[in-house]
């Protein structure tokens, strides 16, 4: 996670099936559900595992994974929302995180799963005043690049799953925006903010909305959420206050 303006166990994976070629053409605008798998399922929790090498002061630092062009990352609250807009933007927000906030991922245990997000992890990250437990998932293009990641502090009433014996998200009533965006499930993945299909989304989709207004001014309201979080975000958010 993310506090740059505050001071592997397991690799297990669900069985999938991998598809041999990539689907036909599809539309600019389909929902990343639209994908199947290109890759075998140890791939993707390889690049997961690579995104908290990147957030792991212990790790290689070249242990980097395949970012898409237009990645993003959204961290919901007590998290600052969308915290990593681009490629580059991704790499610089992470490289500052480690400086202000040395953090390491001890604890890991990352999936593959058949259907978006390709991905899903429980992991522990380890910071100077305490443990942080966090849940993410990580959806991918047919290239096998990430381009969406979405973060949940591991703690009563934050995770997206209303079941609490739903350990994976793969119930029907998980609430996520990774599988709402307009354009992540198209040839490469990438989105258009402005295309009529997202403003239309936007719409009727509050969150959306808002991913929008983030991803056009990402480090305005990257302090905009900084600020109205408040002191005690993290502290609330790795529970380490009640």
């Not at 297990?12 to 994908?35: N, Q, W, Y």
């Not at 969406?148 to 609490?164: C, H, K, R, V, Y």
């Not at 998980?174 to 989304?201: F, K």
Request: net charge negative.
């Amino acid at each position: 996670m993310l506090r740059v303006r505050h001071k592997v166990l397991c690799l297990a994976f669900v069985a999938v099936g991998c598809a041999s070629e990539p689907s036909m053409e599809r539309s600019p605008d389909a929902l990343a559900t639209a994908l199947t798998p290109q890759q075998a399922p140890e791939y993707y929790v390889e690049q997961a595992n690579k995104y908290f090498d990147t957030l792991d002061s212990s790790a290689d630092r070249d242990s980097v994974p395949n970012y898409a062009l237009l990645v993003a990352r959204w961290e919901l609250p007590p998290w600052l929302w969308l915290t990593g807009y681009g490629r580059e933007n991704m790499r610089l927000t992470t490289e500052l995180a480690l400086s202000f906030e040395p953090s390491t991922v001890p604890t890991r245990d990352c999936r593959a799963f058949s259907v978006q997000p390709f991905a899903r992890c429980y992991v522990s990250f380890a910071y100077e005043a305490g443990d942080c437990p966090i849940y993410e998932e990580f959806v991918f293009n047919d290239q096998g690049e990430i381009t969406f990641i979405e973060a949940w502090s591991d703690q009563p009433d934050f995770l997206p799953m209303p079941d609490p014996n739903d350990r994976w998200a793969e119930g029907p009533d998980v609430r996520r925006l990774s599988t709402r965006v307009p354009g992540l499930g198209n040839d490469t993945g990438l989105i258009d903010l402005d295309s009529e299909a997202m403003q239309r989304a936007a719409s009727e989709d509050p969150e959306l909305a808002d991913f929008v207004r983030r991803a056009k001014d990402f480090w305005g309201s990257w302090l905009e959420a900084s600020d109205e979080a408040g002191p005690d975000y993290y502290a609330r958010g790795c529970g380490w206050v009640q």
